[in-house]
């Protein structure tokens, strides 16, 4: 590693999860994967929201604009297909690239949530070695350069998968 990738801040994925065991789980692939990330959880679509209205008006506040939001479906207050529809309307979030993470592999979810604007859709998995690969991808696709994370739909996210 040089020493301005030591220095030079590490990119933010925020997580939008209303499961705490899923964050948890992702938190330590991120660390095994020994990435540069930085992983910021919050614990449903609202709070996601307020995170990027922060950070989007607070521009060298505490909250820094995230490279990748990761967004499950299902989660109280606010789902993450409302959380797409909100940054389709928010200037500042319109190139943020969004990633569903969901359980369900219903082609209904997964059409809307890339009508809605999603970058991609990946399907949740138990497999620990899986998820570090995911995780690596991710990283691939959406945060090693600025070509990658301006971000474009992948035929076939549903083989990067996470742990439910």
């Known amino acids: 590693m040089s020493p ?12 939008a999860e209303d499961s ?8 330590r ?7 540069p990330i930085e992983l910021v959880w919050v614990n449903d679509g ?4 307020d995170y990027l209205e922060r950070a989007q008006n607070q521009p060298g506040g505490s909250e820094r604009m995230p490279a990748l939001l990761l967004l499950d479906i299902k989660m109280p207050r606010m789902d993450g297909f409302d959380v797409l529809a909100w940054m389709y309307m928010t200037k500042g979030c319109k190139s943020l690239p969004a990633v569903m993470l969901s359980s369900s592999m219903l082609p209904a979810d997964i059409e809307k ?4 604007g999603a970058a991609d859709y990946l399907v949740k998995t138990s497999g620990t070695g899986q998820l570090i690969e995911m995780v690596r991808g991710i990283h691939h696709r959406w945060l090693s350069s600025p070509a990658t994370s301006t971000g474009t739909t992948s035929s076939n996210g549903s083989n990067l998968e996470l742990p439910v």
């Open 4 to 15: 301005a990738e030591k220095t030079a801040p590490r990119p933010i994925i925020l997580l």
């Open 20 to 27: 705490e065991d899923d964050a948890f789980i992702l938190r």
């Open 29 to 35: 692939a991120i660390i095994k994967s020994g990435l």
């Open 46 to 49: 609202q709070e996601a929201v």
């Open 113 to 116: 949530a890339r009508t809605l």
